[in-house]
T-cell receptor
Framework: EAQVTQNPRYLITVTGKKLTVTCSQN?????MSWYRQDPGLGLRQIYY???????DKGDVPEGYKVSRKEKRNFPLILESPSPNQTSLYFC??????????????FGAGTRLSVL | GESVGLHLPTLSVQEGDNSIINCAYS??????FIWYKQESGKGPQFIID?????DKRQGQRVTVLLNKTVKHLSLQIAATQPGDSAVYFC??????????????FGAGTQVVVTP
């Protein structure tokens, strides 16, 4: 089954304690992305990756890091989490279709609370 | 700045009626638009897409209309069912000359289907 898998689904942590949210896709997609979703703000892109070892900042990259060492994995790293990073996080993957067609497939989400 | 937004935050629809969800975009150069559906506790799910050289596209029970003159996008759901209750997002992709795959999402519209 084609899917994007995020772990963990729920996480409660404290300020300053480094954490990693993993994301894996089994569709051999080149493109992967991380979003955060906050009430009234919709989905905002944090980082994206066009392919292995190619990453770039999205709209809200501050406080986050990513890596793309393998095509299937795209972990999101919070080196020193702060309460304003409490949010619902989504990983997505896609392939580049003809004419810029880009249907992104989303994971089920990770709800993070930073105390 | 450029943005994608929705006119109504909440739409209440009686079961069996048609739903119309509206979206305004301001980047006249965007050439690809997508509608996503997000059910409670799940990630966004692709519904339908449309390219800027089209005015209308139909799927199963859904129709997307694009009015480039007034930069307006709408999603019509025919014979709305309880399973259509969700948050609906429109998203645009800037021109290919910009960062490929960089989706910009609207804030979302909550659709509530009543019996």
């Amino acid at each position: 089954e084609a899917q994007v898998t995020q772990n963990p689904r729920y996480l409660i942590t404290v300020t300053g304690k480094k954490l990693t949210v993993t994301c894996s896709q089994n569709m051999n997609h080149e493109y992967m992305s991380w979003y955060r979703q906050d009430p009234g703000l919709g989905l905002r892109q944090i980082y994206y990756s066009m392919n292995v070892e190619v990453t770039d900042k999205g709209d809200v990259p501050e406080g986050y890091k990513v890596s793309r060492k393998e095509k299937r994995n795209f972990p999101l790293i919070l080196e020193s989490p702060s309460p304003n990073q409490t949010s619902l996080y989504f990983c997505a993957s896609s392939f580049q279709g003809a004419g810029g067609k880009n249907i992104q497939y989303f994971g089920a989400g990770t709800r993070l609370s930073v105390l | 700045g450029e943005s994608v937004g929705l006119h109504l935050p909440t739409l209440s629809v009686q079961e069996g009626d048609n739903s119309i969800i509206n979206c305004a975009y301001s980047n006249s150069a965007s050439d690809y638009f997508i509608w996503y559906k997000q059910e409670s506790g799940k990630g966004p799910q692709f519904i339908i897409d449309i390219r800027s050289n089209m005015d209308k596209r139909q799927g199963q029970r859904v129709t997307v209309l694009l009015n480039k003159t007034v930069k307006h996008l709408s999603l019509q759901i025919a014979a709305t069912q309880p399973g259509d209750s969700a948050v609906y997002f429109c998203a645009e992709i800037p021109p290919l000359t910009d960062s490929w795959g960089k989706l910009q999402f609207g804030a979302g519209t909550q659709v509530v289907v009543t019996p």
